[in-house]
């Protein structure tokens, strides 16, 4: 008879458990084939997030003398916008170097959800920065009235014509980005890729306001419409953080990985022949190409420990190959809970479970 566990121990191969498969953190390898086509796909959002921290920080000086001249409301709330972008490039920057350090001793799982905190980090940068003061400017314009020249209007005009095709440019070379990952919401599962998406996207419907914001104003002498605009400005970026943030925060606690996914490692796992069944399956995204996999399964009876133990290498190893994100893989051998798996949070797809 084998003996039994409910527990999830960390490392060793007692009680059937599968050992990770990366080993120990203190042991150094060579970078595996995903692990080197991470890196490659992390060098291509670098020249995307460096051709966006460029356009930020020209396009963010040139608002910033153009509305400081002008005195237009709609064109500081844009040049704050673009101030705030350029710290979030380098936030996303960070996350690019930092979440692909190996795993150690303190951080046995690695470093891959450095790149959820720095991306909501990116977000509340963009919620202060950008939407607050886009808020601020709205309210004094209409509080306390603006005057423009003409020159200041031309000037103001011109900047935000400049912006537009700068933010342009940056766009369709973050949309290139995601074509050549494959297009589609799998192709934005990177929080530094999302991000800078977003942020240029916004960039640009925010100039557009911007512009209409300020030909309004030229056109009737009613600051109200630049105003208008700047709170607009203010009410778009607050939303985009709020997306934003709210796709961080789920990776960063700890996100399940994607149901058909979860599901068809459930099927390989009940697949397999020294398998009863599985009692709970728990899966957590450690990072953009890793994931956590704990499954509590009942063995059919009879098998002595060397079988066990055969079994569980067996079975690890078709994981790792149909599954090369399942780089952390766990198995606790457990009796079969009364009533069946009917209740248990993994089988009902509750708390993360699958």
């Known amino acids: ?58 396009i963010a000086v040139a608002k910033a003398v153009g509305g400081v001249l002008s005195g237009s409301p709609a064109l500081l709330s844009e040049a704050a916008h673009s101030v705030a972008d350029g710290f979030n490039e380098v936030f996303l920057l960070a996350a690019l170097r930092r979440s692909r350090r190996p795993a150690d001793r303190r951080h046995p799982f690695g ?131 709020y997306r934003l943030g709210r796709e961080a925060r789920d990776q960063l606690i700890g996100e399940a990985a994607d149901p058909e996914l979860s599901g068809r490692i459930h099927a390989l796992l009940r697949a397999q022949p020294e398998i009863d069944c599985v009692a709970a399956l728990f899966t957590m995204r450690l990072g953009l190409d890793s994931t956590l996999v704990a499954a509590r399964i009942d063995l059919v009876p009879g098998l002595d420990s060397e079988r066990v133990e055969e079994a569980a290498d067996r079975i690890k190893r078709s994981l790792a190959a149909t599954f090369p994100a399942a780089d952390q893989i766990f198995l606790d051998i457990t009796d079969r809970p009364a009533g069946g798996t009917g209740q248990s949070p993994a089988a009902t797809g509750e708390r993360g479970g699958a």
């Open 1 to 58: 008879m084998i003996p039994r566990s409910t527990d999830f121990p960390v490392s060793g191969r007692a009680h059937g458990v599968i050992r990770p498969l990366r080993g120990q953190p203190a042991e150094v390898s060579e970078p595996s084939p995903r692990d080197q086509q991470g890196a490659r796909a992390d060098r291509r959002t670098r020249i995307t997030v460096l051709v966006a921290l460029a356009a930020n920080l020209l």
């Open 111 to 241: 470093y891959g959800k450095e790149r959820f905190f720095w991306s909501l980090l990116a977000a509340v940068g963009i919620f202060v920065m950008g939407g607050c003061f886009s808020f601020f400017q709205g309210v004094e314009a209409l509080r306390q009235g603006a005057r423009e020249t003409t020159g200041g209007y031309v000037a103001g005009l011109t900047v935000l014509g400049v912006a537009l095709l700068a933010e342009g440019a940056s766009l369709l070379r973050a949309l290139y980005q995601v074509r050549r990952r494959g297009g589609g919401r799998a192709a934005l599962r990177d929080p530094a890729l999302r991000t800078v998406v977003a942020e240029d996207g916004t960039a640009v419907l925010g100039v557009t306001l911007a512009i209409a914001g300020m030909a309004a104003h030229l056109a009737t002498g009613q600051v109200v419409w630049e105003a208008s605009a700047s709170l607009a400005i203010g009410a778009l970026l607050v939303y985009v953080a």
